[in-house]
């Protein structure tokens, strides 16, 4: 039976900035057009942590069944591992998303926008499906487009939506910004098993790339939110704060473009993670500072 600290890993609390991220954007730009709720902020986080967790959790059950983590050089896989069984993992990860269901329409209730009632729905499956059932969609190089979708687009617009009932320009341009920042953790997690993903045939952005293009891509995705900071920039000048995020871009662009493989970009992936986090802090407060646009 698996400790509390194994769950707790299992949970992969490194990932757990693509959860807040879009959350943070998306409450800045509503206290930026004039309205916020704490209250629906705060049930939108809890909808985005329970999704984030539930999908490690539902990744960790539907690779760990296939076999995909027998070998494994990230962080510790619950099923894979063996110390905890796969009924017991796929029902933590319904669990979370029944919490995230639960959150998600308390906060339709609040905001009266029952369509999104069948977004939450699609966020759900996308969570499950991402490796689960017979063909999941992460095995065929498309989890860098859901991910940009469901934690960029998706989480960030979503909560801007239910608080302000509107969404403007610099909130569909940070929303981006988050998205590409969260894809970059997904590329950095997916370099590193580049190697082991092939021999199983889980076919990702990064088996399809190559270890180069992929390198050249986490790059990218790294540097072009701050682009569209200054972009956004031109629209409202509070939110050029972001760029005092630009060095913590440095270490994980010049790790990755160097070379670095195995274990060292677990830590790529942490400092990924905290870049994602310090950007959408003072994305977030530019946003909330700046005129409504």
């Not at 909130?171 to 580049?194: E, M, Q, T, Y």
């Not at 939110?239 to 830590?267: F, T």
Request: with cysteine; charged share 10%.
């Amino acid at each position: 039976m698996a400790s509390l600290a194994q769950w707790v890993e299992g949970a992969r609390p490194r990932t757990l900035p693509t959860a807040v991220s879009p959350v943070l954007v998306g409450t800045g730009a509503a206290i930026g057009s004039g309205t916020v709720s704490v209250g629906r902020a705060v049930l939108a986080l809890v909808v985005a942590v329970a999704l984030v967790i539930g999908v490690n959790f539902a990744n960790d059950y539907s690779d760990g069944i296939r076999g995909t983590d027998d070998e494994r050089v990230g962080p510790m896989r619950l099923v894979g591992a063996e110390v905890a069984s796969p009924v017991a993992v796929r029902t933590a990860a319904f669990v979370c998303f029944a919490v995230a269901a639960l959150a998600g329409l308390t906060l339709v209730s609040l905001a009266r926008t029952w369509w999104m009632i069948a977004v939450g729905a699609v966020c759900i499956a996308g969570a499950w499906f991402y490796t689960g059932g017979k063909r999941p969609y992460g095995y065929a190089g498309l989890g860098e487009i859901a991910v940009f979708v469901f934690f960029g687009l998706v989480g960030t617009l979503g909560t801007t939506y239910t608080q302000a009932g509107t969404v403007g320009p610099l909130a569909i341009v940070g929303a981006v910004g988050v998205g590409l920042l969260c894809c970059a953790v997904l590329v950095a997690n997916n370099l590193r098993d580049i190697a082991g993903d092939e021999v199983v045939g889980k076919r990702t952005l990064a088996v399809a790339l190559g270890d180069r293009d992929t390198r050249r891509l986490h790059a990218a995705l790294v540097l072009l939110p701050f682009v569209l900071t200054i972009g956004m920039g031109v629209l409202s000048p509070p939110v050029l704060a972001g760029l005092l995020a630009a060095p913590l871009a440095i270490k994980p662009a010049r790790s990755v473009l160097g070379g670095a493989d195995g274990r060292a970009l677990i830590r790529v992936l942490q400092q990924t993670g905290i870049l994602l986090l310090a950007w959408s802090v003072l994305t977030a407060i530019g946003l909330g500072l700046g005129l409504a646009v």
